[in-house]
């Protein structure tokens, strides 16, 4: 039977839809998303970045914790030479080759020696000075006269330095009066009652009450 021309014409018709489906790029989920139907070395191509932050992250993951080789270490700095209070010489027992073991005229010291500071606080002891006022007998009159103290030893039985620090700590500080006669017995063994903090802070308070005033006179005056 010979097809007519509309039979010719439906049959085209039936068979676009299939040369559309078949037909990569006018497939309608590759024209939802090109990059499905760009080839695999051109996609990576446009997302070389976004690859090479996939692989750093995958390293940064294997990579080990603590220092890597050829870091600069973010440690303190060394203190020079005229810092140094003390230089103590450490010197190996024995040679990890071998195990010679090295004698004393052996231990000279090297050229370029491993280097470790370390800062430490001196031992931290109140200084306690006995001033005694003495008495004379005089050759002519045969009257004892005796000595008078000093104006700063007959003020305080605490020295300027150990006052500073009671006040440092109280008021900068703000430790509590307590506190700071507990702290003076474990920091600098001496015995401190709540009272003799409080009358140590009260003397400095005087003391710069006068300065402050002119302090703050002298700011408000400023143009």
Known sequence: MTPTPDDTMVSKRKRVPTRIRASPSLNPATMRNPAAQAPESAYFVRNSGKAKELFARDAERKRR???????????????????????????????????????????????????????????????????????????????????????????????????????????????????MSELARELFGIRLSVGTVDAICRRAANALAEPHEALVSSVLQAP
Do not use: M
């Open 65 to 179: 914790a603590g220092g890597q080789p050829g870091h600069e270490g973010a440690g303190r700095p060394l203190e020079g030479e005229h810092r140094v209070d003390e230089f103590v010489d450490h010197y190996p027992d024995s040679c990890q080759g071998c195990g010679h073991e090295f004698a004393d005229d052996e231990k000279v010291p090297s050229r370029r020696p491993g280097r470790r500071q370390v800062a430490e606080l001196p031992p931290t002891t109140v200084v306690i000075s006995e001033h005694r006022a003495q008495r004379l007998r005089c050759p002519a009159c045969q009257r004892k006269t005796a000595a008078r103290f000093p104006a700063d030893v007959a003020a305080s039985l605490f020295g300027p330095r150990l006052q500073a620090a009671v006040v440092t700590l109280t008021a900068r500080n703000r430790v509590s009066r307590r506190d």
